[in-house]
């Protein structure tokens, strides 16, 4: 399940913060692109390690709307 704000859908320029399993660091990345319908969104994410994937959000994923503080200036 994704977290994110009721009042506005995840779009392209948002951020995504990824729990890490078993405590690490959470991972985080910028929505390039939203696929799928409402509801089955998934992204494509430029991560912060400077890679791109297609990611399908599960349970640990945050979408926020400002650029976290990790984030690569």
Do not use: K
Request: no cysteine; net charge negative.
């Amino acid at each position: 399940m994704t977290q994110h704000d009721e009042q506005r859908p995840p779009r392209p320029g948002d951020w995504i913060e990824v729990n890490a399993i078993g405590g690490g660091p959470s991972r985080t990345g910028m929505i390039l692109e939203v696929l799928g319908r409402e509801g089955q969104e998934h992204f494509r994410v430029r991560w912060d390690e400077e890679h791109e994937t297609i990611h399908f959000p599960a349970q640990g994923t945050r979408v926020l709307h400002e650029p976290p503080a990790s984030a690569p200036r």
